[in-house]
T-cell receptor
Framework: AQSVTQLDSHVSVSEGTPVLLRCNYS??????LFWYVQHPNKGLQLLLK??????LVKGINGFEAEFKKSETSFHLTKPSAHMSDAAEYFC?????????????FGTGTKLQVIP | EAEVAQSPRYKITEKSQAVAFWCDPI?????LYWYRQILGQGPELLVQ????????DSQLPKDRFSAERLKGVDSTLKIQPAELGDSAMYLC???????????FGPGTRLTVT
């Protein structure tokens, strides 16, 4: 069984300050992990992915995430928030269990950026 | 850049009516997913296709929902009859076989009155 927990349902930052969105996972295997962003009334867009290569992953729009196996975490960061970053962010896990793979989405973190 | 197409973008229907959503995946993507996203929650997988075959429909309410992908390309998700609790965003995504990177369409926002 696997699960993913996004520790904050809402995060509020000032423009120009760092962003930290937290994600913890539970998996019996060595999972692949993703972050997606969803702007209002839009589909999800892939930000970045971890698939057992480098543990520090860089994505689009200045975002990055670090896979920490010992902490079962995959937190999303950005050094300086921009107004356009205001959106909802989803952490996603694939189990890499062999055979049929079932994806699990986190419940999402809504990021507010204050001017 | 290739995109997943969905239509309609918005649909308002009365309860007990039938409603259908259409999805056209990125060309060459054999795997297609339908998700339901209730406001304030993460997407929930309803059905996954590999080509024209259903791989997983364990979360699909089969008494009222049906999904098909007859030629292994585009897909239709149907609800009959619609209930108030079906109000949600319905998302379609596609991927290459055995690849986890999914590409999402813009979604269909369903409101049942």
């Amino acid at each position: 069984a696997q699960s993913v927990t996004q520790l904050d349902s809402h995060v509020s930052v000032s423009e120009g300050t760092p962003v930290l969105l937290r994600c913890n996972y539970s998996s019996s295997y060595s999972p692949s992990l993703f972050w997606y962003v969803q702007h209002p009334n839009k589909g999800l867009q892939l930000l970045l992915k971890y698939t057992s290569a480098a543990t520090l992953v860089k994505g689009i729009n200045g975002f990055e995430a670090e896979f920490k196996k010992s902490e079962t975490s995959f937190h999303l960061t950005k050094p300086s928030a921009h107004m356009s970053d205001a959106a909802e962010y989803f952490c996603v896990v694939w189990p890499n269990s062999g055979g049929y793979q079932k994806v699990t989405f986190g419940t999402g973190t809504k990021l507010q950026v204050i001017p | 850049e290739a995109e997943v197409a969905q239509s309609p973008r918005y649909k308002i229907t009365e309860k007990s009516q039938a409603v259908a959503f259409w999805c056209d995946p990125i060309s060459g993507h054999a795997t297609l997913y339908w998700y339901r996203q209730i406001l304030g929650q993460g997407p929930e997988l309803l059905v996954q296709f590999q080509d024209e075959s259903v791989v997983d429909d364990s979360q699909l309410p089969k008494d009222r929902f049906s999904a098909e992908r007859l030629k292994g390309v585009d897909s239709t998700l149907k609800i009959q009859p619609a209930e108030l609790g079906d109000s949600a965003m319905y998302l379609c995504a596609s991927s290459l076989t055995n690849q986890y990177e999914q590409y999402f369409g813009p979604g269909t926002r369903l409101t049942v009155t």
